[in-house]
């Protein structure tokens, strides 16, 4: 029997199109600045990777503990709290750091939130198992 999973798939999939959106912000910053590899030493570049790289070191984790919980019967609207908060906070956080390589408000809040996020799926997985 096939598990359907909708509210993962709706944030994964905002997800998906988030992370290619930065992808893409890369490959453009790559081909007009002519590097194929690195950064080229190009700080518009190098901050681009990280946008984008951190993304791909925070969504993951997050997306599967909400796949988890999605599969082990939590509240919808539990599933829908996390991953619009990871939504709205990747966005934050890409924002954030676009507009400068040091401490802002977008850089900030939106790390706290992913992590928040995450710390809070991993939490609920945990208790949904054990009790």
Known sequence: ???????????????????IGLAGRVVGLRRSRRVGFGDGEDRALAQAIRVHANAIEN???????????????????????????????????????????????????????SWLVTLGAALCNIYIVLV
Do not use: C, D, K
């Not at 096939?2 to 199109?17: E, F, K, R």
């Not at 539990?78 to 990747?90: A, D, E, F, I, M």
């Not at 956080?93 to 040091?102: M, Y």
């Open 1 to 19: 029997m096939i598990q359907l999973v909708p509210v993962t798939g709706i944030y994964a999939g905002l997800l998906a199109i988030l992370i």
């Open 59 to 113: 969504v993951p984790l997050a997306l599967l503990l909400l796949l988890l919980l999605e599969l082990n019967g939590a509240a919808p609207l539990l599933l829908h709290v996390l991953g619009s908060s990871l939504v709205v906070s990747r966005l934050l956080h890409a924002w954030g750091l676009t507009q400068t390589r040091g401490t802002s408000f977008g850089r900030f809040y939106g790390t706290l939130v």
